[in-house]
């Protein structure tokens, strides 16, 4: 595959990982938020050109949900397209890695999870165990504090939270 997609709920480390599978590759990164590629829609070849030039790279397309999108509900089929034809074109793009995050994964264009292209998924929705886990190590970690209750009793109270979120609250 050319490209993977990570989905679920903000806060989750769908950006972090793919920063973590450049480095574990020893692949360069680059990032670029899609919303800001839909606005400049000619940004996407100076990423691809930036990309060709120093790879083996790992390409971060973030809070891709536009730039993914089912070219027949979206609002800029246009740019989809241009990503179609820059990923398969007749310049192929060797040694390059595209990871889209997503928090929807649910109206992706069908050319874009082919194989081949974005054809790999990977879900980032936590588990209410991994949940415990973490808020348990977080407060592990800060033994001056005191805490009202358990770790169990705060997921009661913040249910639906993510990590990140969880984090940021303690």
């Given at each position: 595959p050319r490209g993977a997609v990570f989905y679920g709920p903000a806060g989750t480390g769908k950006t972090t990982m793919a920063m973590v599978l450049a480095k574990e590759t020893g692949w360069r990164f680059l990032s670029?938020?899609?919303?800001?590629?839909?606005?400049?829609?000619?940004?996407?070849?100076?990423?691809?050109?930036?990309?060709?030039?120093?790879?083996?790279?790992?390409?971060l397309l973030d809070e891709a949900e536009g730039?993914?999108?089912?070219?027949?509900?979206?609002?800029?089929?246009?740019?989809?397209?241009?990503?179609?034809?820059?990923?398969?074109?007749?310049?192929?793009?060797?040694?390059?890695?595209?990871?889209?995050?997503?928090?929807?994964?649910?109206?992706?264009d069908e050319a874009m999870v082919r194989e081949g292209r974005f054809s790999e998924f990977f879900d980032f929705t936590p588990t209410d165990d991994a949940l415990l886990l973490t808020v348990e190590a977080y407060m592990r970690e800060r033994p001056q504090v005191?805490?009202?209750?358990?770790?169990?009793?705060?997921?009661?109270?913040?249910?639906?939270?993510?990590?990140?979120?969880?984090?940021?609250?303690?």
């Open positions: 670029a938020s899609a919303s800001r590629l839909l606005q400049h829609p000619h940004e996407m070849d100076k990423l691809v050109d930036q990309a060709r030039d120093i790879r083996p790279c790992v390409v730039l993914l999108r089912s070219r027949q509900s979206s609002m800029h089929p246009e740019v989809t397209n241009r990503l179609l034809s820059l990923m398969d074109g007749p310049q192929k793009l060797h040694d390059v890695f595209f990871v889209a995050t997503t928090n929807d994964a649910s109206d992706l005191r805490w009202v209750g358990t770790a169990q009793d705060l997921l009661e109270r913040y249910p639906d939270m993510s990590q990140g979120n969880l984090q940021g609250l303690l």
